[in-house]
């Protein structure tokens, strides 16, 4: 059964870069999918950040697109995300999901999540 | 961009009821429309895709409807571990979130 695990720091100072990674477990992210990945504020709603491809091809929320970068790496199958100069409104809970169907479809399995504050 | 609003925001229901919640898409996005459900915690679980299939392995009573620019999530029989918060997700251009609707206990 597939499985994603989200990674990285709890707590990024801002105007610094937030670097997330997503461990996919059985299941080769070079066979197919699109990977996005979607954030949450705490008591707040989900927020659809962006989708890559393992052939490079992204789509990012048009808000953010501008801080944003996804990717695939097949070597470790893993999906990263970096976004850069983060602030205060960037601190949520961050899921990783497997896209369904094709670069925007529905999104199974998720992720646990993992909460990044940003805080000096 | 494309706007998803839900109604209601909150929803107040007994174990046993019927329970409606809609979504309306601000311009059209045929059938390309899923709903999850999430708990306290706990990530999305996805309970319908393509507006009315229901996923494998999701009970019965959850059944979706709709086209265009209005959707419904129908809860036939709230059972005790339905208490939580329902989004709508649009896949039509990028995708979008409803802001969610909790159910909660009467």
């Known amino acids: 059964q597939m499985q994603l695990q989200e990674s990285g720091p709890g707590l990024v100072k801002p105007s610094e870069t937030l670097s997330l990674t997503c461990t996919v477990s059985?299941?080769?992210?070079?066979?197919?999918?699109?990977w996005g990945w979607i954030r949450q504020p705490p008591g707040k709603g989900l927020e659809w950040l962006g989708s890559?491809?393992?052939?490079?091809?992204?789509y990012y929320n048009p808000s953010l697109k501008r801080r944003l970068t996804i990717s695939v790496d097949t070597s470790k199958n893993q999906v990263s995300l970096i976004l850069n100069s983060v602030t205060a409104a960037d601190t949520a809970v961050y899921y990783c999901?497997?896209?369904?169907?094709?670069?925007?479809?529905?999104?199974?399995?998720w992720g646990q999540g993992t909460l990044v504050t940003v805080s000096s | 961009d494309i706007q998803m609003t839900q109604s209601p925001s909150t929803l107040s229901a007994s174990v046993g009821d019927r329970v409606t919640i809609t979504c309306r898409a601000s311009?059209?996005?045929?059938?390309?429309l899923a709903w999850y459900q999430q708990k306290p915690g706990k990530a999305p679980k996805l309970l319908i895709y393509?507006?009315?299939s229901l996923e494998i392995g999701v009970p019965s009573r959850f059944s979706g409807g709709g086209s265009g620019t209005e959707f419904t999530l129908t809860i036939s029989g709230l059972q005790p571990d339905d208490f939580a918060t329902y989004y709508c997700?649009?896949?039509?251009?990028?995708?979008?979130f409803g802001q969610g609707t909790k159910v909660e206990i009467k």
């Open positions: 999901a497997r896209v369904y169907s094709t670069s925007f479809g529905w999104l199974d399995p």
């Open positions: 059985n299941y080769s992210t070079s066979r197919g999918y699109y």
């Open positions: 890559a491809y393992h052939s490079g091809t992204t």
């Open positions: 311009q059209s996005i045929s059938t390309w």
């Open positions: 393509k507006a009315s």
């Open positions: 997700q649009q896949y039509n251009t990028y995708s979008t």
